[in-house]
């Protein structure tokens, strides 16, 4: 389907405006024989209109606008999408300028985009330069065609992600009841026989209660990742000294029971939702906790600025992590060790990349085996004062085992 027929001759219509009635008339009949739809407009109020009905570009002669009219057709130029720019072909005055034209010509190169043709005019050449006009608007509503499928592309997409996160957080949350259900009587089960069955059938029942027992860890981290999913960030400036701080207090206890040091630098205010940078902070320094190898956790955190944003770095001296592994360990449910090694679903990086990724940052990982881990994600930019001064780090002391 040809360009033309797909948007209409109304759409590639010609508007037409001359002050002298022989000019308007001699105007359209050249473009009719070129077989153009030329379409007169007596006045700038009527061009302006019919532009918002839809043209495929207008011809005027330089006398039919007045300094008033002139405002008036800027006004119904800015009421055009954001897609869309009308061509315009002026018909000047031929012979010397003068002080008037000049300004008049200077207020309508606003006219965007504007081809300016002096008479005497040639039909060839009033007709070509028309066409050319045309070409451009067409290739217009092609964007405009494209945008809108876009659009629409991106709204079916967002619908579908809504409703498939629905989804999983209904799943995860009706499951959850069964689950007891199971785990409460397969436990009543194993005291009421308690002594009464063979080690084999004991061992069934432990199985069955440690299956329930992951599930429900599974569903319960599914239910945290959709909740970050679907969740729209509460953007505000975000201490992030004052989050880190907070998490090491929620983490005392594992801190203490692994003798952990915690090191920390001066670290920004960042822009972000606090309660999800604070979840970032949490399964890094876990997993920090969690992956030690036999040696004390040492782990140390950092940023430092980098353009408009802020890249942190969490740096531990656990067992580390193949390189090839870098990008499947942000994947949900993805696991590198077995869970009688390393208990856990394999969500926690999944959702950290979730969150930092609806901040419009990164995250990533520099690891080797054995030489521990340094997990990057970058925040920003950072808030500004009203003097547009950026608030400073903030200064934290160095914490063991805080």
Request: with cysteine; charged share 20%.
């Amino acid at each position: 389907m040809s360009s033309e027929v797909a948007h209409g001759e109304r759409d590639l219509r010609v508007l037409v405006l001359a002050v002298r009635d022989r000019d308007s008339r001699v105007l359209g009949e050249v473009l009719h024989q070129a077989g153009l739809h030329p379409e007169r407009c007596a006045t700038v109020q009527e061009l302006g209109q019919q532009l918002q009905v839809g043209a495929g570009a207008a011809v005027l002669t330089i006398e039919a606008l007045s300094v008033a009219g002139v405002q008036l057709l800027l006004q119904a130029v800015d009421r055009q999408p954001a897609w869309s720019a009308l061509p315009f072909l002026l018909l000047t005055g031929g012979g010397a300028s003068t002080r008037a034209s000049r300004q008049q010509l200077a207020r309508l190169e606003q006219l965007k985009p504007l081809t300016l043709l002096e008479r005497p005019l040639r039909k060839v050449t009033l007709v070509s330069a028309v066409q050319t006009a045309l070409r451009l608007r067409r290739r217009q509503y092609e964007i405009r065609d494209y945008l809108a499928e876009r659009e629409d592309r991106e709204a079916q997409l967002q619908r579908l992600n809504d409703e498939l996160q629905q989804f999983a957080y209904v799943v995860s949350h009706d499951l959850q009841e069964p689950l007891r259900t199971i785990t409460s009587f397969a436990q009543l089960l194993a005291q009421h026989v308690h002594g009464q069955l063979d080690a084999k059938a004991a061992e069934f029942i432990t199985f069955t209660v440690e299956g329930a027992q992951r599930m429900q860890a599974l569903l319960t981290d599914l239910r945290a990742y959709t909740r970050v999913a679907g969740t729209v960030p509460e953007f505000t400036a975000v201490d992030s000294a004052a989050v880190l701080a907070r998490v090491l207090g929620d983490l005392q206890l594992t801190l203490d029971e692994r003798a952990a040091e915690v090191t920390y630098e001066a670290l920004p205010t960042v822009h972000g939702d606090a309660h999800q940078v604070g979840l970032v902070f949490q399964n890094l320094l876990g997993n920090a906790l969690k992956f030690c190898g036999q040696a004390p956790p040492r782990i140390h955190v950092g940023a430092r600025r980098a353009g408009a944003h802020w890249v942190f770095a969490v740096r531990d001296n656990g067992i580390g992590i193949e390189p090839q592994h870098a990008e499947r360990i942000f994947q949900v449910f993805q696991r590198l060790h077995t869970r009688r090694e390393y208990p856990g679903t394999g969500m926690g990086l999944a959702i950290c990349k979730k969150i930092i990724e609806r901040h419009g940052g990164r995250i990533w990982v520099e690891s080797q085996p054995g030489a521990g881990a340094t997990f990057y994600f970058t925040l920003g930019p950072a808030p500004q004062h009203g003097d547009g001064t950026e608030a400073p780090p903030r200064k934290k002391p160095s914490a063991q085992s805080p």
